[in-house]
Each structure stands twice: as structure tokens, then as C-alpha cells.
């Protein structure tokens, strides 16, 4: 059992506030939008959102509608998508056990892994996901480079693939950004919620 499953939650935690808030991103330079209505109790959280992308190039128009839980220590517990193309609509599901592991849910049945014992899952395309180990860590406290490995849903194929975030403070206020699609910078507002994500979405 990892040690941030299962420290104790310090008083600033237990007295955060909750609040619930509705926020919605526009893709940069692409037609996509996504919405997200998050509800922040201390650390935990719940988020119902969807991505709405029409055809661009090579990619294909989809819509993803999700639904994401974390524990009261902001580790995923549950990512349930609903993705719409073309072709058919496809349900994924991403747990977190007991025993650290992930089961990935599709109509083909169930994989076990462990992704590099992530904590984290990232969904390709949202800047909602990046809240989750920035406000976690306190990346944007951190004195240099953070890697974060998480399970990552590639959008709109669907694939579900271990991959390692880097997340670096940088001297502007932003946190520079490497991930399995693009380097960047994300600016956050005082949440940790990205406000600006650079070459892929700002808030609107």
C-alpha cells in the first residue's frame, strides 16, 4: 500500500472548503469544446463533463462524455467515458483497486494493470485531468521537475496506454508541461484548475 493512500489528512485538508463550480475550455486553433461541472470537497472530487470535437485533418469528430472520482486524498478511484464517433459509441471504464491496480473496462472485457503504480489518470485532449497531481503535489510549489506517471486515454481512439507526465514550475508563474501529445506551459487559477493550457485549450 502506497504511503499517499494512506497518510492522514492534515487539519488544512479536513477544513478545506467545498464548493462546486461549472468550467468550460476552448481547444486552441481546432473546434472543441469541453465543459465540466466539478464539485471539490478538501481533496476529493467529483467531475461530469464532456469534449465535443468536430473532424480536423486526420482526427475524427467525436464526442466524450465523462464522469471522474477521486478518494478523499485526490487519487482516482473511477474515469467512466462514453465516446461517440462515426463508427459506433464505445463505453470505457478506468478503476482503481484495492490492491493498486487498474482494471480497464471495455465491451471486450476487463485488463488488470498497474500502470507504474500511477495515482493519476489523464484523458487526452482535457485540461481538467491536470488538476489532479497539480493539486494533489503541489506542483506549483514544487522546487523543480515532477514526473507523475498516470493511465492515459488516448481520445478519440480509445486506447489506454501507461505514460509519465513531467510538470515544471517555471520563473512566469505557469508550470511547463511534457506529456505523451505535446510540450507546453499551463497557467492555474488559486484551485489548481488550468485556466491555459498553451497550443490546446484556454478557459472561456
Not at 2 to 15: G, L, M, R, V, W
Not at 52 to 65: L, N, V, Y
Not at 135 to 159: F, K
Amino acid at each position: 500500500m502506497s504511503p499517499s493512500d494512506t497518510a492522514a489528512q492534515d487539519p488544512a485538508q479536513e477544513s478545506a472548503p467545498e464548493y462546486k463550480t461549472l468550467i468550460t475550455w476552448r481547444g486552441e486553433g481546432t473546434d472543441r469544446l469541453e465543459q465540466v461541472r466539478v464539485h471539490v470537497s478538501g481533496e476529493r472530487i467529483k467531475a461530469y463533463g464532456r469534449i465535443i470535437a468536430a473532424a480536423d485533418g486526420e482526427q475524427e469528430a467525436f464526442s466524450a462524455s465523462y464522469e471522474l472520482v477521486t478518494n478523499d486524498l485526490g487519487v482516482t478511484k473511477r474515469l467512466s467515458v462514453h465516446l461517440v464517433r462515426e463508427s459506433g459509441e464505445t463505453q470505457i471504464g478506468i478503476l482503481r483497486d484495492g490492491e493498486h491496480n487498474w482494471l480497464i473496462q471495455t465491451s471486450e472485457g476487463t485488463i488488470r494493470e498497474d500502470f507504474s503504480e500511477a495515482q493519476d489518470v489523464d484523458l487526452a485532449l482535457s485540461p481538467l485531468f491536470n488538476a489532479l497531481p497539480i493539486r494533489r503535489r503541489r506542483i506549483a510549489e514544487a522546487a523543480g521537475a515532477v514526473e507523475v506517471p498516470v493511465a492515459y486515454l488516448y481520445l478519440p481512439s480509445s486506447r489506454v496506454e501507461a505514460a509519465t507526465l513531467t510538470y515544471t514550475p517555471n520563473s512566469s508563474g505557469g508550470i511547463d508541461v511534457v506529456s505523451p501529445v505535446a510540450n507546453s506551459t499551463i497557467t492555474i487559477d488559486d484551485n489548481g484548475f488550468v485556466v491555459d493550457y498553451t497550443d490546446l485549450a484556454h478557459r472561456v
